[in-house]
């Protein structure tokens, strides 16, 4: 009886097991597939990233019918911020895709080497390879509008326009507190660079994944005792850091996240002592833009209570929405040279890589001052568009500062350099773009 | 009735020692062998490759090192994703130090890296037992990891601090890189786990294995009999590296392409332990089956929801998962407590009363 059980129990599991895979996505729609991660340890922000381009998408379907008439779809694949699941998903998912967001720098560097063999485009929007930027080398990889390099370099001049000029960074002590994994660490070389330009005394200071303990990197900030502290955080270590900050008595107004350690998930849990804590940030935050209202109209129906639920409008949110327009622009853009039908990855390759967000066109999409506008070009898959600061005001982000172009000088030719010594290492070739 | 080995008579000294010595287990493995070398790759397909099979071999053979280590000769170890590391970062270097060395034998030679320090790691052991020895293990995890990430050398001194798998290929045949093919790398590692699978068995079944369990059994009296224990344990802590070291290369060249020590964290040596705990151990066959469960069932369950139509949100089917999976380990170890090897056997002892069980 009990052998019998067993048999069938395996019987049954192997024709479940034989029926799985694949997944099966109309091929009539314009395929958005979503590597997403509402669960684990980074799950606070990952959700509102999520939301942000989940409801841009339906916005777009409800409100213009899709991207020129063709239906958008997409999917989502649940990656735990795990590199092996995103993988996974990215198998699972690739077959008709778009393009692939990974959001997250550890699986961006696993899907770089596939997708010039599986003709798929990797936008890794301020993430990432930074090298990738250099588009002879990294076809099929976009990281516009701006990377880490830049957003190091954005952040040293920010600090010197605080200190009263570049050549007063001389003697400035900074400090770098970075998640210790691929995507932190992608900042240093450059801060490492400019600190030997400028003259300023750089501490690096590395914080163990996943973040949660960081009494050991604020012992020694207490003992390094720098003028500003810079983080590249992500997940729960951006909401201690900022608590260890008010603990060690860190000065908040000099205290300055990323773009992904710069969001309410970050500030509000550490409550009142993270008023005056600074970030860097691509776009506007909060819900007053014409896209984010029409995201509330058309996805909520004006129901305000149940976008509030969904983080409309919160840093990450808006975050996920600018990353999906850049999607679906590509997608136009490709249309208008190949026809108003559903463009394969090797056509939005071709939109990324003409992509061209002008002034009127963010007018149109009612992103008026929401971001800025650039040029993507065969060569520069960056444009080192510019980047702006933020500063938690205890209910919502103020700018506290112009936008801030990076010293493209020093970041460039470290990109070409890197992209090199990429390229050697995997046999590539770089193509012409002239 | 099927399975019965009434009539097969063991006339020599030869077939008596057979590593399977009952015709219907020969039968069974080769059938095993055939469908994997020749019907998978017939019928499988690129995610099935790469998010299925390949990641199995490749934790198959981790799981069948640790196994030597924990089941046989009953040395509790927390440091297997660290040799995964030594593994892999040796690939890495020699691969980009010489790039015209065979790939095949990089990896090989990987694991004798990997075997040496193990050797380093394995010394604790002559002094400190269980519990403790899994904290000094859980050391050598901590340490080398941090070494991996923080001394540039180790990664060519790349910005983000991460390794990737340089295209090689080995009679014009992409083994590595991204433009291997996936039913490449799925051979290379199906290879490496049937030729080290094989060969742990045997050792297993010989002077060393036997050595190995005296050891786990009571080292006292093993001592007495004349087991040398410096020597066994530290040839249990080499082989066993020498397996993870190998597996951990194939993790990043064969599998993911690319990673950062991030890959092979506590959780990973976790993993493989839950792994030789579920699938039993001190057997070879259950660190494949244990391998098998721990990495198929979230998978399998991450696809029952979308297969049967079931519109459920991605982060709460993945809760649900993670509550089936959990409950499944603990119904599992309830009902046979020697894991999945056990059931098996059980299994085949029962095949052979049948259909008159008793």
Redesign the interface.
């Known amino acids: 009886m ?2 019998r059980n ?1 048999l069938l129990s395996a019987a049954g599991f192997a024709a ?2 034989a ?5 099966k996505i109309a091929v009539a729609d314009q395929f958005f597939p979503m590597l ?1 991660y ?2 684990g340890a980074y ?1 606070p922000n990952g ?1 509102p990233v999520a939301n942000g381009f989940r409801d841009y998408y339906d916005m777009l379907n409800k409100r213009d019918g899709g991207i020129n008439g063709v239906k958008i779809s997409w999917e ?3 990656t ?1 911020y795990d ?2 699941v995103g ?2 998903c990215y ?2 998912m690739k077959k008709g895709a778009t393009l692939f967001n990974p959001l997250s ?2 699986i961006t ?2 899907l ?3 997708a ?2 599986d003709k798929i485009p990797i936008l890794s929007m301020g993430y990432g ?3 990738a930027a250099d588009g002879r080398v990294f076809e099929w990889i976009f990281n516009f509008p701006t990377t880490y390099w830049s957003q190091a370099s954005a952040f040293v001049k920010y600090v010197a326009s605080e200190v009263g000029g570049m050549d007063k960074l001389n003697g400035v002590h900074l400090a770098h507190i970075y998640h ?4 932190s ?2 900042a ?2 450059t801060l490492e660079a400019l600190s030997e330009k400028y003259g300023f005394k750089l501490t690096l200071i ?1 914080v163990d ?1 996943p973040g949660q303990e960081q009494k050991a990197a604020w012992l020694q900030v207490r003992r390094a005792r720098p003028d500003w502290i810079f983080m590249s955080g992500w997940g729960v270590m951006n909401q201690v850091a900022i608590k260890e900050a008010v603990t060690t008595g860190f000065p908040m107004d000099h205290f300055v996240g990323n773009w992904w350690s710069g969001s309410e998930s970050d500030t509000v849990p550490a409550g009142d002592g993270a008023f005056g804590y600074k970030s860097s940030n691509l776009h506007g935050t909060g819900t007053d833009w014409p896209v984010i209202q029409d995201i509330i109209k058309y996805v909520y129906n004006g129901d305000m209570q149940a976008a509030t639920e969904n983080k409309v409008g919160d840093v990450l949110f808006n975050r996920g929405v600018v990353n999906a327009m850049f999607g679906t622009e590509a997608v136009r853009t490709a249309q208008g040279k190949y026809g108003n039908e559903v463009m394969s990855g090797e056509q939005v390759r071709w939109g990324l890589e003409n992509l061209s967000i002008t002034e009127a066109k963010l007018k149109g999409l009612g992103m008026e001052g929401f971001t800025k506008p650039f040029t993507v070009s065969c060569a520069d898959h960056e444009t080192g568009g510019p980047v702006i600061f933020q500063q938690w005001t205890g209910d919502g982000w103020k700018f506290v500062s112009d936008w801030i172009t990076p010293i493209r000088e020093v970041v460039r030719p470290m990109v070409e350099e ?1 992209a090199a010594a990429y390229a050697k ?3 590539i070739t770089p193509r012409s773009c002239n | 009735m099927f399975y019965r080995e009434a009539g097969q008579f063991k006339t020599s000294y030869q077939k008596d020692q057979a590593l399977f010595p009952i015709i219907q287990d020969r039968w069974f493995i080769a059938l095993v062998l055939v469908v994997a070398f020749v019907v998978i790759p017939y019928f499988a397909n690129e995610y099935w490759f790469q998010a299925v099979l390949i990641p199995l071999y490749i934790y198959a053979i981790a799981a069948i090192g640790l196994n030597l280590l924990t089941g046989y000769a009953g040395q509790v170890s927390l440091g297997t994703g660290a040799f995964m590391a030594i593994g892999a970062y040796a690939t890495y270097k020699m691969c980009t130090a010489f790039p015209d060395l065979n790939i095949l034998l990089i990896f090989v030679m990987s694991g004798v890296f990997s075997a040496g320090v193990g050797i380093v790691f394995g010394i604790p052991s002559l002094r400190i037992k269980g519990f403790y020895l899994a904290v000094a293990t859980l050391a050598a995890q901590f340490f080398i990891l941090w070494l991996f990430n923080k001394v540039g050398w180790f990664f060519n001194d790349n910005p983000s601090g991460t390794i990737s798998a340089p295209p090689r290929e080995l009679f014009g045949i992409m083994i590595t890189g991204p433009n291997a093919h996936a039913m490449t790398r799925y051979y290379v590692c199906l290879m490496f786990l049937s030729v080290m699978a094989l060969a742990a068995k045997n050792i297993v079944r010989g002077h060393i294995g036997r050595s190995w369990m005296a050891i786990r059994d009571m080292d006292i009296a093993a001592e007495i009999i004349g087991i040398e224990p410096l020597k066994t344990k530290l040839m249990a802590f080499a082989l066993s590296s020498f397996y993870c070291g190998v597996a951990g290369a194939l993790f990043i060249f064969c599998w993911l392409g690319g990673g950062d020590t991030e890959a092979f964290g506590i959780f990973l040596s976790f993993q493989i332990l839950f792994m030789i705990i579920i699938g039993g151990l001190g057997s070879i066959m259950g660190s494949i089956m244990g391998a098998a469960f721990i990495t198929l069932l979230p998978i399998f369950l991450t696809n029952v929801p979308p297969m049967i139509g079931l519109p459920i949100a991605t982060d709460l089917s993945k809760h649900i998962e993670e509550i089936i999976f959990g409950g499944l380990i603990v119904f599992f170890l309830i009902v046979e407590p020697h894991g999945l090897a056990r059931l098996w056997q059980i299994a085949k002892e029962k095949l052979r009363q049948w259909p008159f069980p008793y």
């Open positions: 009990k052998m067993l479940v097991v029926g799985v895979m694949e997944s997403t509402r669960t799950a959700i989502e694949c649940e735990k590199t092996k993988v996974e198998e699972k720098t550890g560097y696993q770089i080497p596939k010039s063999v390879q930074t090298a210790n994994s691929a995507y660490k992608e240093n070389p590395a994944h890197a290492e995997n046999k």
